[in-house]
């Protein structure tokens, strides 16, 4: 290897993904595949067209169904991954998402929220989508003489609460406070080399958000427009601009690196809107 390559390198890295069937993950899984890392991907969704994918760009990649919602299947999924792969290197929290009827709009009021749908998209983001496959992981990381390293999902709804989607924003907050925490702890009470940071995507254009961002018609609707207006790149995301703050993540070059969230938002957060 080359002075970067070594680096930056991901060459033989087991990363477990969860929400693994997702844009965003989908697309990291392909870089770090193609970096030389083996995939491990898991979802509650069929993900045998997945990894076929990745299968075809010659990436060494297993699927496993998995629901980060219950802490005993984490556990049994885990266990299979250690047997056949001897340990998890890096763990990519990807699972989560939001929901419509967690958003106010012209028909749904604040008043007029129902707590369910909040309810799921706090547990689903916080404790499925960080929490619990941290605390199963984890456990494993520090008993690795190498370590290794977590990379949760924040969101810009984290940096500034954004309108509407009350739910979300507040798991997210929520992702970047334990993402800290957890940093802190596991360095301090078990192993400084576990890490653990967290990627703040700016605004991607996914399955999730596209109501949001699009009309029916495919036109720019007013809340995607002031979003383009307040984004200095003047574009949204493409998941494939995530990759390389990933890599280096989880690469030797982010070795003292631990309890960051990382924007990757196109100068959004850095825009004060005049």
């Known amino acids: 290897m ?87 290197d890096v763990l990519m929290n990807a699972a989560g998402g939001n929901r419509k009827e967690a958003t106010t709009s012209d028909e749904i009021s604040f008043f007029d929220l129902s707590m369910e749908p909040l309810e799921k998209v706090v547990l689903l983001n916080l404790f499925g989508g960080a929490v619990i496959p941290s605390q199963v992981i984890a456990r494993r990381m520090v008993e690795q003489p190498e370590g290794g390293c977590i990379i949760n999902f924040s969101s810009m709804a984290a940096f500034r609460p954004l309108t509407r989607i009350l739910g979300y924003a507040a798991a997210k907050a929520a992702v970047s406070n334990f993402t800290q925490w957890l940093a802190v702890h596991l360095a301090q009470s078990h192993s400084p080399k576990v890490r653990v940071n967290a990627l703040a995507p700016g605004f991607f254009s996914t399955k999730q958000n596209k ?8 036109s720019l609707t007013a809340r995607g427009k002031a979003i383009i207006s307040h984004t200095p790149a003047g574009r949204f995301g493409i998941p494939e601009d995530l990759i390389s703050t990933v890599l280096w993540l989880i690469s030797p070059a982010s070795g003292f690196v631990t309890g960051v969230v990382v924007p990757v938002d196109g100068g959004f957060s850095a825009f004060s809107g005049v």
């Open 2 to 88: 080359t002075y970067i390559e070594e680096m930056f390198s991901a060459q033989g890295k087991i990363v477990l993904f969860t929400g693994g069937a997702g844009i965003l993950a989908s697309a990291l899984a392909k870089g770090l595949g193609n970096a030389g890392a083996t995939i491990i991907l898991t979802d509650i969704v069929p993900l045998e067209e997945s990894e076929e994918s990745l299968r075809k760009d010659g990436i060494s990649v297993r699927n496993y169904m998995m629901n980060v919602m219950e802490k005993e299947n984490v556990q049994e999924t885990v266990q299979r991954v250690i047997q056949e792969f001897g340990r998890i």
């Open 211 to 218: 109501y949001l961002l699009y009309s029916e018609e495919g």
